[in-house]
């Protein structure tokens, strides 16, 4: 997977009465949640997200539907498929993301390790790409590519 990326698998139970997904900070996804946000009612052909985080760290699932991924940085890049509830997608530091084919249906819960800080942001791909080349050369990412487990 992309640097900084990875996937977490959660226990889910389910009997006669449904399904249930427990997400517990710090135990199933590998930092404090501070901010929770969902995403939904996104029309058809909408692309959103164009960003990366200098220091947040992210856990996307989709709870119900499906949406696709794009994760990149400037030496590799890939497309995630979301469409079970009982995985999340972990996006780290300094990972430009990109969301797109929502279904109609589809409700995407993002959990953050941070409230929302607009000064976290990198919303220019030029400016992103410069950072980026150096961010991953130097290896600042060791520390998070394997605090993910279960991918
Ligand atoms: P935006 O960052 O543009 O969403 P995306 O990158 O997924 O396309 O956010 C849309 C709006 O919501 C924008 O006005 C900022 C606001 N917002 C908050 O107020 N708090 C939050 O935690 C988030 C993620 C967004």
Known sequence: ???NTGWI?????YDKYGHLVPVEGEQD?????KRVYYIYSVDDGVRRGFHSHNKLEQALICIHGSVKI?????YESENILLDDPTKALYIGPMVWREMYD??????LLVLASGHYDVG???RDYSKYEKAAL????????EGNEHTVCNF
């Open 1 to 3: 997977m992309v640097k």
């Open 9 to 13: 698998s959660f226990k889910c139970f």
């Open 29 to 33: 996804i590998p930092f404090q949640i």
């Open 70 to 74: 794009l994760v990149k940085n400037p």
């Open 102 to 107: 929502f279904s109609s249906d589809a409700v």
């Open 120 to 122: 976290d942001y990198v």
């Open 134 to 141: 150096n961010y991953f050369k130097r290896g600042e990412n």
